[in-house]
């Protein structure tokens, strides 16, 4: 009679255990993670060889991308705001340079004025062995006093009528614009950003694809389970949860290889790479992922993979 | 518990399976679906399942149509049943005991009491001894009460059964037929699609001939 009544007790409500819904909730992911996890160990070949190849098509964009903004902070730390360069005639005399001084300063358009004495630029020449024995046999200093000038408004065409306008000046021998090779370099910025972005673009269609293409197999080699499942009462939530795992897990696993691939490929090209920057005597140091952008590429990849697991159980549960 | 309401199934090349069944089951019953290779009895356990649909007809399990019901209303029908199937679909790369616990994991069953209740269900049919064993290595009698086992593990209400005792030796057979009487009497809903009639004496019998019920 004891047994009668515990059988009886649970065949009236209706799905056995709404007594524990927020168990469920974390029961029911609990599983599903699991399960993913069993099956991505369960076959380690294909799981390290799913990892690489998504790995690599994360690391490129993710690459590019590091590269890109060492290029930027590079050019950063050697001032990308144009300058203006005027150099006076070298017969001016220092009383011409303090006038000139002057005007710049008042100048509505000037945001700041550095002057450079003739005197200077010579002893910083000098500390060139070669130029030194040049220099030496002249019978006076060649180089004219010069003002470095940065403008409110670095726009291209205001920083044009500048120039003109200091070439008007009396005394003034030459204006040279100083922004062109860091123009040339923000264009090709731009357009390395698109490129990364492009490439992003594509290689994100594809890990989509890498994983609707495992999770389709993986639907395949369940089919059983999956039946058997339908058949006892599971929800498609149920069923699809652990490939959905799955996938997400993959993403992720894969992001984390990308971003291995980024640091190692950073380390290794450091050394040679702080040589040649310092033949063109810039000190600087390749930056690998900052950890934001890490964060993000891990996000991205586990978004990914989530969502080629679910456009795949979207195509291969449909008609089960 | 179970009304069928002039049912009939047709298979699609046209077949007919079931021809203008009426029945009906009150909840604590136990009837017994019996007839000739071919004659339906399938079909009536899959029907009331919901695993096909009627051509025609109401098949209604609690006061509800199954056959109208949504794609996302079936699991929760599914879960009222214990369903022995005549292939009985069990999952052969997990042991004994995993397959028992799968109906418990669907409904999200807590873990430690779930446990204790697949080691009961293994129990009641004899299969203690072998929760670890994977279910080719158990005899056919052993695998049709795994399969039982896991029918009656999350405590249905209502327990079907398609051909639970086939293929095996009258003592064997006498056995699951014990298991079946013993829900029953615990006030199971049992309805069982078999040959082997004579095994439920006391039980009411649904003969069917090609389709149609005959008395
Ligand atoms: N999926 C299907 N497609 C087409 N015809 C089917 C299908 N399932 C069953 N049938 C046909 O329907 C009829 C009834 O089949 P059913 O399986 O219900 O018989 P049964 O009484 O269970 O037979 P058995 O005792 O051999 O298991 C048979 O003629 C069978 O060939
Ligand atoms: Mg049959």
Redesign the interface.
Known sequence: MR??S???T???S????LK?PM???L??HG?ALRIALRRLIAAPLITLLSLLAIGVALALPAGGQMLLNNVQRLMGSTSATPQISVFMATDAGRGAATELGARLKKHPAVKQQRFLPREDTLQRMKANAGLREVIDVLPNNPFPDAFIVTAIDDQPATLDLLVEEFRQWPKVAHVQLDSAWARRLEALLRLGRNVVTLLGGLLATGLTAITFNIIRMQVLTHR??I??????????G?ICRPFLYFGALLGFAGGATAWLLIAAAAWWLRTPLDELLHLYEFTYSLQSLSLADAALLLGIATGLGWLGALLSLGQHLRHS | MIRFDRVAKRYPPGIDALSALSFEMTAGDMLIVSGHSGAGKSTLIKLV?A?EKPTSGAVLVGGQNVGTLSR?A????????G?V?QDQ????DRSVFENVM??L???????KEAMQRVRAALDKVGLAMREKALPIALSGGEQQRLAIA?AVV????LLLADEPTAHLDAETAADVARIFHE?H????TVLIATYDGHLFPDARTLRLDHGCSVA
Request: aromatic share 12%; charged share 20%; with cysteine.
């Open positions: 047994e009668r515990a059988w009886i649970d065949a009236q209706p799905d056995g255990c524990f168990n469920i909730w029961v029911n599983r059983a389970e039946e058997v499942s339908q058949l006892l009462g599971a929800t498609n149920f | 399942a695993i996302s079936l699991p929760f029908l599914r879960r009222r049943l369903l199937l679909k069990l999952l052969f799968l109906p994991s669907i409904i999200g069953f807590p873990p896991r999350s405590r249905p209400a829900f009497r615990a006030g199971v």
